[in-house]
């Protein structure tokens, strides 16, 4: 099977003005990411999908595929399926979505989603790692919870699972997982996806990924094998100084 990877970028961000063109070590956000899932190779080719043109300005000279979308796109798995439904992109057979925002993504989250949905198991994926139970009290970490067989089981904000009796802590460790901004989709999977309307639960928690879930479109979540520092997209100045003081870390270290 071949795999289109493709990172929707949105100029309008609320919490980071201008994300996508945010710069790090020097270069746009989304350009890193670009370069970053493309040096991976997971993928055989790897498009931006924007609405804005200044962000097709920033990947023509960075020399990235780019696709201009529908400004009126609600989420980013809406732009997703309009840049695959393009007669170009017809040839690929799997699909990976990659936050624009998450520039240290790991082969593993990608490699793992996209096997899980090439294998035949799940229409949908995406990836988890294992984490702190520190996690449980940020609302701005999304959660999840995954059956014996690698389904999702829901996604939130909230703590889950909770911990009720104190005693029981030794089997929460095992079970707390931070959901990654990675989801990998057949075709098919991605149009029945967009054609559904959005659901309570999606509206209540702000995850688009509880769309499917709830309409019993089972979704298989690959669990990295150990936590990994830092998988926090960038959302807020905070984030992006840590990014690039993180960054800095890294290439300190090829030289």
């Not at 899932?37 to 055989?44: F, I, N, P, R, Y």
């Not at 520190?134 to 829901?154: E, F, N, S």
């Not at 997982?177 to 057949?186: E, F, I, N, P, R």
């Not at 209540?204 to 997209?233: C, D, Y």
Request: glycine fraction near 6%.
């Amino acid at each position: 099977m071949t795999t289109l990877a493709v990172i929707p970028a949105r100029l309008g961000a609320t919490r980071l003005p201008r994300k996508p063109l945010r710069l790090l070590a020097g270069v746009p956000l989304v350009i890193r990411v670009w370069e970053r899932v493309s040096a991976l190779g997971v993928a055989e080719r790897c498009v931006i999908a924007t609405d804005h043109s200044d962000i097709v300005d920033a990947a023509r000279a960075a020399g990235a595929d780019f696709a201009l979308t529908d400004p009126r796109h609600p989420s980013g798995t809406d732009r997703v399926a309009e840049v695959v439904a393009r007669p170009e992109f017809h040839v690929f057979d799997s699909i990976l979505n990659v936050q624009g925002d998450e520039p240290f993504v790991s082969a593993e989250a990608l490699r793992g989603a996209v096997e899980l949905v090439e294998s035949g198991r799940f229409p949908l994926a995406t990836a988890a790692i294992p984490a702190s139970t520190d996690i449980l009290r940020a609302p701005d970490v999304v959660k999840v919870v995954r059956a014996d067989d690698g389904r999702a089981l829901y996604f939130s904000r909230a703590p889950i699972p909770f911990l009720r009796d104190e005693g029981d802590s030794g089997l929460l460790t095992e079970l707390v997982l931070q959901h990654l901004g990675v989801y990998a989709y057949t075709r098919d999977a991605l149009a029945k996806w967009v054609a559904l309307p959005p659901h309570p639960l999606e509206r209540v928690e702000r995850l688009e990924q509880l769309r499917p879930l709830a309409a019993g479109i089972p979704m298989g979540v690959a669990r990295l094998s150990e936590a990994t520092e830092n998988v926090r997209g960038i959302d807020t100045e905070d984030d992006l100084e840590q990014a690039n003081e993180r960054w800095s870390n890294l290439t300190a270290g090829w030289s």
